[in-house]
């Protein structure tokens, strides 16, 4: 779907155990190039993970996912140790919904903690709760890449799962009809990049994002701004 449609790709690997993230890093390394990303709910498997990956040549293509509110000094000191240079900084908290109070949280906890890490290259994402908060992810997502330059991106599937459950709305039309309407609006309000989901979901979510994608390139032309890569969307899928 990346070939078919121009659009980068990168690997969300979610694991509970450090054997199990261990080997599924090795095998994707072995049989990927892509970024892969270090992603589980448990802060010691992905410090375990980095520990074991140390001074390696894929540490290059490691993005620890996420860096978040609850991080440790623990935490910091593996990643610097490790090396890692990539991460996502979740911008969230339940004490900061709303855009202005996301920005604040980035600028004043979160980067100065992920520069201390070591950390170099950074995603930004600003959360999403439901589907109607999406509009507010966007707004945020809009803010803090106009305020710090930094690409942004949110992970809507997991709502809109919880939606589509919730209303017995789940037939394979309605989730690409919905996720299509989704990725156009956080697209239209800055997304660099999409988190959508199990990687099943390519087959519809790379046309849903690369046709927004397109759409949004073209107009782009109106104020004189032209794509950066050789072969975008536009491109490529049009």
Known sequence: MSALTGLPVMLDVIASTTAAMINYLEFLAAETTVPLLVDSMSATVRMETLRHFAG????SRLIYNSLDINFSEAELEAIAAAGI????????SNTALNPAAKLKLFQDKLLPAARTAGIENILVDPGVLDIASIGWTAAAMEKIRTATGFPVDC???NALYTWKRARGLTTPAFEAAAAGAIFSYLISHGADFIF?????NATWAF????????IRTYAAR????RPLVPDPPLNRFL
């Open 56 to 59: 390696s040549a894929l540490c």
């Open 207 to 214: 046309p849903a994002r690369a046709t927004a994608d397109a």
């Open 155 to 157: 992970a809507p599937a």
């Open 85 to 92: 240079k990539n991460a996502v900084i979740m911008a969230f």
């Open 222 to 225: 109106l104020q004189g701004v």
């Open 196 to 200: 959508y989901g199990p990687v099943g």
